[in-house]
């Protein structure tokens, strides 16, 4: 696999904690630099979950640059449009065109695509670059010198020149930069799953990234895999996460109910779904401190955020690429390195954090009053695509690649 120009010496060995989406896109930009690249990851079979992921033109930029566009591509699904409808009647309330728009606009395109296949599509590019993936190796802490970072895993250690923490939201590397942080609880739970399409009659779902909004909840919806699946989040207050894991199997049977009388479409997609899992939704903070010496978080374990913007994994590959930036470019200075990508990185991150979170009260306005005035907003919107432009462009518009070479 072709390397990207700017090369990081051999001798540096990067050490990444954590093999999801963010710890895999971290080992292909470090390895396509030409670094020694190993992940460790707890989980004895590397994978993901079952659900669909949005990735918008700042997410694909970044892949592209990493040589993955073609496969995602590939492996994705372009909707029409984003269409906020409302729960019942399912009448489109703001409808942002994307198909075309998107790339005319960001200069990439707005896809779906099912996680596995793009954790699939990293891991295999990650291996062909050098990259060497452990799994079944659990991150415990990390001592560090002058000269080295070592990571305890449970079975052994291994030293490097850095460590990236890249271990999700409950991060063991962010617990020792920052001791014990519990991420929130948001009194919000999403299920997930994902339907064949042919269950339903075609185009019974329309062919748009979909999102119902009612009272208290949203449901969305939209295809992945060429069109062969339908994926879907639904998501609901609920005062209490009494769980200790922070997802598990749902109970179909509790989804259906919980959105009993919305849009006859959403009913059909339910009556079709035979297995779900269901989420507790937690963030944090924007988080004092990303790095501590030759020790940096990315994704999930810096900055964890509600998926009502869709951009937390986005969030996490454009972290990778700054991050492989700013060591290349400060090559045998780890630390000033990693200073420089939390610099970089932070108020951007935590804007888009914070964007996610108003989403939540925009997407579930329960009165009356209130759903009348976002309703009069929308229209508005729907309108004025230079309202709707301002809005979107500071999360999209941005492309990582050209920042930081
Ligand atoms: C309902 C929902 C919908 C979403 N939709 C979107 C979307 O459309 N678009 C988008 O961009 N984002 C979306 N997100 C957010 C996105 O899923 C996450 O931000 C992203 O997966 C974070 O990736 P990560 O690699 O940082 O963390 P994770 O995916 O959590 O990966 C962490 C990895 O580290 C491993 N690990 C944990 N602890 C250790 C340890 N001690 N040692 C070794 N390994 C360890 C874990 O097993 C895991 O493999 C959504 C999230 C939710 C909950």
Known sequence: MAQIGFVISKQQHILIAGGGIGGLSAALAFAKRGARVSVFEKRAVLGEVGAGLQLSANAMHVLSALGVEAEIRAAGFAPNAAVLRDYQSGKP???????????AR????????????LHRILFEAAIDAGAKIHS???????TQSDNQITLHLDQHTVSGDILIGAD????????????????????????RGLV????????????????????????????VRGGDMINFVAVREQ????KESWHEAGEVKNLRNAFAGWDPRITALLGACDQCYLWGLFDRKPLPKWTDGRAALLGDAAHPMLPFMAQGAAMAIEDAWVLAASVTA????????LAD???????????IQAISRDNAKLFHTRSASGRRFRQLKLAIANKAPALRHARLDRIYKTNVTQNSK
């Open 93 to 103: 309330l703001l409808t942002t065109p994307l198909k075309h728009a998107h790339r």
């Open 106 to 117: 960001y200069r990439q395109d707005y896809l779906h695509i099912h996680r596995a296949d």
């Open 136 to 142: 079944g190796n659990q991150a415990m802490r990390y």
């Open 168 to 191: 999700g939201l409950h991060s063991q590397i962010q617990t020792q930069i920052l001791g014990v942080q519990k991420p929130q609880f948001t009194g919000q739970i999403a299920w």
């Open 196 to 223: 064949p399409a042919k269950a339903l009659p075609t185009g019974a779902i329309p062919p748009d990234a979909n999102a119902w909004l009612g009272p208290g909840a949203h449901f969305v919806a939209y295809y």
């Open 239 to 242: 005062k209490q996460w009494t």
């Open 330 to 337: 400060q090559a045998g200075m780890p630390a000033a390195a």
């Open 341 to 351: 990508y939390e610099t970089r990185r932070k108020p951007r991150a935590s804007k």
